[in-house]
T-cell receptor, first 108, second 117 residues
């Protein structure tokens, strides 16, 4: 599976959009980009995934660059409950390997 | 949506005893489940892939005789930590894939926190 690079930590003000970047320059053609988050002491929660096109759901938007070497997760109106570790993972149809993720802190 | 239930959520045991953790897919069938372990302030580490009706596949460095996995039905996988020691204390999380053609979207259990005294 391709490796991802994410900033260790980020801060965002409540009510603002949180933009979390992820680099995955070694992604292969059939690998998806997945985003999960983990709130302290809980199991990870699925957020969104995509292959080539940008995606949006009720939680977030995923912007994937045309060359697919990087992506950005956007939480449009961050709330305090969005404070968590966010994991960007690339993979195919089998197991997913987690990196270190980005610790996002939403400040009041 | 798909729900994975884990039990127990917390367990404390004495050193040398064995502990069983159950992972159930509640509203879908899972021929494959994944077991992860997470130490404090670290990321999730994949331990093994549980396969219904066949042997589990273990990641490099994970002792298969230490961490016994049984996937006896399409909705249940169990992880047994045998002869547990304090260094086995960790947060154990299972997951199962659902939906999506080509995509492996995982739904995770709430995790089981094991403390070995």
């Amino acid at each position: 599976d391709a490796k991802t690079t994410q900033p260790t930590s980020m801060d965002c003000a409540e009510g603002r959009a949180a933009n979390l970047p992820c680099n995955h320059s070694t992604i292969s053609g059939n690998e998806y980009v997945y985003w999960y988050r983990q709130i302290h002491s809980q199991g990870p929660q699925y957020i969104i995934h995509g292959l080539k096109n940008n995606e949006t759901n009720e939680m977030a938007s995923l912007i994937i660059t045309e060359d697919r070497k990087s992506s950005t997760l956007i939480l449009p109106h961050a709330t305090l409950r969005d404070t968590a570790v966010y994991y960007c993972i690339v993979g195919g149809a089998q197991k997913l390997v987690f990196g270190q993720g980005t610790r996002l802190t939403i400040n009041p | 949506g798909a729900v994975v239930s884990q039990h127990p959520s917390r367990v404390i045991c004495k050193s040398g005893t064995s502990v069983k953790i159950e992972c159930r897919s509640l509203d879908f069938q899972a021929t494959t489940m994944f077991w992860y372990r997470q130490f404090p302030k670290q990321s999730l580490m994949l331990m093994a892939t549980s396969n219904e009706g066949s042997k589990a596949t273990y990641e490099q460095g994970v002792e298969k005789d230490k961490f016994l996995i049984n996937h006896a039905s399409l909705t249940l996988s169990t992880l047994t930590v045998t002869s547990a020691h304090p260094e086995d204390s960790s947060f154990y999380i299972c997951s199962a894939p659902w939906g999506g053609s080509g995509a492996n979207v995982l739904t995770f259990g709430a995790g089981s926190r094991l403390t070995v005294l």
